[in-house]
C-alpha cells in the first residue's frame, strides 16, 4: 500500500495564479484532512471531508476550495494565490470516528511569490 | 474549546541520556483522544500513539513511555536511552468525540528534540 500520497512535491507560483493540489489514499479511509503548517504555529485544519460528495471548513478555510469527487481522492485548490499562502500543505486520512489517528502524506511545499 | 501547549519548545540533549516532553492539554468533553506524532528532518508526520480518554494505563513500546493523567490533563512523552534517530520535532494533539462524524484533531506547536552524538 501506498498510503497517503500527495502531487506535487514542491510548486513555486507567482501571485495571483490558482492551481491544485492531488491527494490519494489506498487505505479506504472515508475520512480526509487538508492542513498546512506554517513555522511556530504546528498543523492548521484548513478543509475536510467526512465522505466521498463531502467537504467543509476548518480552521482556516479562507482562499482555498476543496472538492471530494472520489473516496480516495481530495483535492485543494487555490483560485488567487497570495503570498500568505506560502506554506507546508499535509493530506492526511482516518478510517472511522472510534479509531480517529490521522495518517499523513509526505507534504507538497508551495512557494507564492 | 479544545487546547494543547507544548511549553517546551526546544530540547536538546546528549545521546542515552532519558528526555520527557510535556504536553497539557484542555477540553469539556470527557470523552476524547490523545495522541503523539513524530515529524523528522525529512518532513513526514508519523503516528505514534493513541490513548482514549477512559484509558489511563501507561504505555510503554521500546524506548518509548507515554504518561498520561486526567487529573493534570497531561500526556506525556519519555523517550528512554536517546539516540540521534530520536531527532525530530514531536506533535503532542486532542481529537474530541463528538457527535461529529469527522475526527478532528487539534495540535500543539511541537516540540524540537535535538539528539546530540
Known amino acids: 500500500n501506498a498510503g497517503v500520497t500527495q502531487t506535487p512535491k514542491f510548486r513555486v507560483l507567482k501571485t495571483g495564479q490558482s492551481m491544485t493540489l492531488l491527494c490519494a489514499q489506498d487505505m479506504n479511509h472515508e475520512y480526509m484532512y487538508w492542513y498546512r503548517q506554517d513555522p511556530g504555529m504546528g498543523l492548521r485544519l484548513i478543509h475536510y471531508s467526512v465522505g466521498e460528495g463531502t467537504t467543509a471548513k476548518g480552521e482556516v478555510p479562507d482562499g482555498y476550495n476543496v472538492s471530494r469527487l472520489k473516496k480516495q481522492n481530495f483535492l485543494l485548490g487555490l483560485e488567487s494565490a497570495a503570498p500568505s499562502q506560502t506554506s507546508v500543505y499535509f493530506c492526511a486520512s482516518s478510517y472511522e470516528r472510534e479509531r480517529p489517528e490521522q495518517f499523513f502524506g509526505p507534504g507538497t511545499r508551495l512557494t507564492v511569490l | 474549546a479544545q487546547k494543547v501547549t507544548q511549553a517546551q519548545t526546544e530540547i536538546s540533549v546528549v545521546e542515552k541520556e532519558d528526555v520527557t516532553l510535556d504536553c497539557v492539554y484542555e477540553?469539556?468533553?470527557?470523552?476524547?483522544?490523545l495522541f503523539w506524532y513524530k515529524q523528522p528532518p525529512s518532513g513526514e508526520l508519523v503516528f505514534l500513539i493513541r490513548r482514549n480518554s477512559f484509558d489511563e494505563q501507561n504505555e510503554i513500546s521500546g524506548r518509548y513511555s507515554w504518561n498520561f493523567q486526567k487529573s493534570t490533563s497531561s500526556f506525556n512523552f519519555t523517550i528512554t536511552a536517546s539516540q540521534v534517530v530520536d531527532s525530530a520535532v514531536y506533535f503532542c494533539?486532542?481529537?474530541?468525540?463528538?457527535?461529529?462524524?469527522?475526527?478532528?484533531?487539534?495540535f500543539g506547536s511541537g516540540t524540537r528534540l535535538s539528539i546530540r552524538p
Open positions: 477540553t469539556r468533553d470527557t470523552t476524547y483522544y
Open positions: 494533539a486532542l481529537s474530541e468525540a463528538r457527535y461529529s462524524s469527522a475526527s478532528k484533531i487539534i
